[in-house]
């Protein structure tokens, strides 16, 4: 799977046999993981395509670009379905909804769609102040809940980079679990891993947002990725200090 340009992201169809890759050159192409040959090219995108996914069915693709858009995609045919226009800010990354009615998308703002109809249905830009260009936005798996990484502004006018749940449906913001980033649900959705950029990982009670563990398995540099295993029992933690630890 050769690209001329670099690689943005990349995702895995649910049936393992395509990714599909997101390409600073406008386009985003569909791959057989079997053969390594391109299936589909995507194009419809003025500026650099910064994410790609699939809908949990693997039916659509939404991607992300530099031309404040977010397009939904015929994952068969390759046909546009749908533009996601109103944000004046680059959209970064869109994220489906555990169920795929929905489609988040964030950058400077954030905003959950109708991922059938295109339709905004909640903004959360009056709850952000900025959000962080390089958060990675996840749905709680029962998709009540998002958690994102923004930059807001304290009381006496410095900033601070927190990661904050919000309700998936209203955009209410719900808790704020400090200073960390790459926040994910465990499978059941009872507990949050998290990082700090001190190399700690932090575990949170997913409905109170009370601290479980703090200093487990410490990095000597900034964790980079947070993961749980399948049955919820571990997480796994990846630093830039080039060690991975569960």
């Keep these: 799977m050769g690209h001329k340009k670099r690689v943005n992201s990349v995702d895995w169809h649910p049936d393992g046999n395509r990714v599909v890759t997101a390409i600073e050159d406008s386009t985003t192409i569909v791959w057989d993981t079997r053969t390594g040959q391109e299936i589909l090219t995507l194009k419809g995108h003025d500026g650099d395509v910064m994410s790609a996914i699939y809908s949990p069915d693997g039916t659509m693709i939404a991607t992300a670009g530099w031309d404040q858009s977010t397009k939904i995609w015929d994952a068969k045919t390759g046909q546009q ?75 006496n006018g410095n900033s601070i980079d927190e990661t904050k749940v919000y309700d ?27 990082a700090n950029w001190q190399g700690q990982p932090r575990l949170f009670d997913a409905q109170t947002g009370h601290s479980l563990i703090e200093k487990a398995g410490q990095h000597i540099g900034p964790i980079s990725v947070v993961d749980w295993s399948p049955n919820g029992q571990q997480f796994l933690t990846a630093s830039v200090d080039r060690t991975t630890k569960v």
């Design 168 to 194: 998936g449906k209203t955009g209410k913001g719900l808790l704020t679990l400090g200073s960390v980033h790459s926040a994910t649900w465990s499978p059941d959705g009872k507990k949050i891993v998290a």
């Design 81 to 155: 379905l749908l533009t996601l226009n109103g944000d004046k800010e680059l959209p970064m990354s869109a994220v489906y909804r555990p169920d795929g009615t929905r489609i988040l998308t964030v950058c400077r703002a954030a905003k959950i769609w109708d991922a059938t109809t295109g339709r905004e249905l909640v903004s959360l830009t009056a709850e952000i102040q900025i959000l962080i260009s390089q958060s990675f936005p996840c749905w709680s798996p029962n998709g009540d809940h998002i958690a994102i990484e923004v930059r807001s502004k304290t009381t």
